[in-house]
Nanobody
Framework: QLQASGGGLVQAGGSLRLSCAAS????????VGWFRQAPGKEREFVAV????????YYGDTVKGRFTISRDNAKNTVYLQMNSLKPEDTAVYYC??????????????????WGQGTQVTVSS
């Protein structure tokens, strides 16, 4: 199971940090990604990290503003979001692909999903 947390309401230009924790298993050799979905829009890839070596990849809309990282001791993946914009408003989901050797960016490549956390950026 994945548990996403850390969402909230923030003004444009502000920051938030989301967390994705796994229960019952360790990320080990997984890739863990973040997606987001705004009302009326399709779910969009945000970022992914490969647990074993920390390699990362970002969607174009968040590159340079968001940072994905991991904490081995806490078995948790973080998404640090800076310089937030109103268009970043969405429900953010974390997901894991088991035993992954690449950095998947497509929803269907992931095996497990968290419940989502709401991020609202006011202008």
């Amino acid at each position: 199971q994945l548990q996403a947390s850390g969402g909230g309401l923030v003004q444009a230009g502000g920051s938030l940090r989301l967390s994705c924790a796994a229960s019952g298993r360790t990320f080990g050799s997984d890739s863990v990604g973040w997606f987001r979905q705004a009302p009326g829009k399709e779910r969009e890839f945000v970022a992914v990290i490969r647990w074993r070596d920390g390699n990362t990849y970002y969607g174009d809309t968040v590159k340079g503003r968001f940072t994905i990282s991991r904490d081995n001791a806490k078995n948790t993946v973080y998404l640090q979001m800076n310089s937030l914009k109103p268009e970043d408003t969405a429900v953010y989901y974390c997901a894991a692909r088991l035993t992954s050797n690449w950095l998947p960016t497509v929803q269907s490549d992931y095996d497990y999903w968290g419940q989502g956390t709401q991020v609202t950026v006011s202008s």
